[in-house]
């Protein structure tokens, strides 16, 4: 069965054969990818199936007209109304607003404990739940963002190497089947390794050498900054409580349960019970009518959420430490070809190391990928040809020079049989 559902993603890693980013950008594009679209189709589902709201308390308004205006115009609950035990407010936020701040309480040995004036007539402050009403859009455009780095990643320059790589994936019977598949790779590699090793243009030089070294760092940094936006994004949907803490206040407060009368986290940001106020025209103007609506999705999306803090946190991280191993990947030139050499199983040459230095970080994020999607005896094949080709190439340069040289100069005998003939 695990199989079954496994083989539903051919097209996303790490369910792929050949993946031209590594793990931590695979962990954005698919665990991340497949995680939001997961929640998106369940809160999808949830808010056009079955019982999403029910609302009480409402006798001028039908009870499903009730329903429809509390979910569309936002319920609401009272800051004040929360941290207290649920002796003195059952519903966390909800109480009714003309309530006074205090109230005189006696006590059993006949004293009186007075409120003060400034304490009775307080005026309330409304916190307006809206988040549920496109909680299911934003799952959906968060895995789109998601998998936009991806394709900005293929667009420049790494769309035109997976092709190469799925050709050294064919199966070969013969070594000269062998030689035919590496000999084709070879080729398109050295078209790329000799600009990148012998441009004298500054264009070259600068930019098409080190485009895909940028192209890398630049979608590392944009899963980064993503990722953290999203991050700030959610938090900017609930207007009490902080998401930015939500599993440490939530696993804090399953260790101090009972010791205080805190209003649970989960009770803050998704709230079970809340009121809501219809407003309309009628005999003596506007009329107004409050009622109490519970919201029984909300235990679901309380772990819907949790689960997505958790991602989230843990993605920043991943991000994090995938743009610092990047830059050192392919900035410190001697430890990337020492990790290229082991995991393709090679020994140093001097004609590897030749081409590691010279082809800059283009020529060097080409190299490590096919080597890692490669099997090591192949990719041995094609590094092999790739220097035979370089080395036939500097041959016949240095002979077209030595011709070239050989033309412009004059041999002094014919100089002075020129000058005769003047």
Known sequence: MVLEVLALFPRLAPFKVITLDDGWDQWNRSFMFIMCVLFGSVITMRSYTGSVIECDGFIKVPVEFAKDYCWTQGLYTLREGYDYHSSILPYPGVFPEDAPGCLDRIL???????CPLDKKDIKYERIYHSWYQFTAFYF????CIFFVPYMMFKFFGMGALKPVIAMLHNPVETAEDLELLTSKAARWLF???HAYMHTDQYFGKRVEK??????IVSTKTCYLAFSVFLFWLTAQMFHIGSFLEYGILWSREEEEIGVNYKTQIQDKLFPKMAACEIKRWGATGIEEEQGMCVLPANVVYQYLFLIFWGGLVVTVVINVISVLCAISNLCFIQGSYRNLLAT???RDEPAYSEIWRK????GRVILQLIAKNVNPKIFEHVLNELVNLLRESERKDFREQGQEEEEEFIHPDNELEFEDTL
Not at 140 to 143: E, G, L, Q, R, V
């Open 108 to 114: 059993d040995n006949g004293g009186r404990i007075v």
């Open 140 to 143: 959906w455009t968060a895995s």
């Open 191 to 193: 078209v790329r390794i």
């Open 210 to 215: 080190h485009l895909l070294f940028f192209t």
């Open 344 to 346: 393709s199983f090679l």
């Open 359 to 362: 082809s800059g970080t283009s």
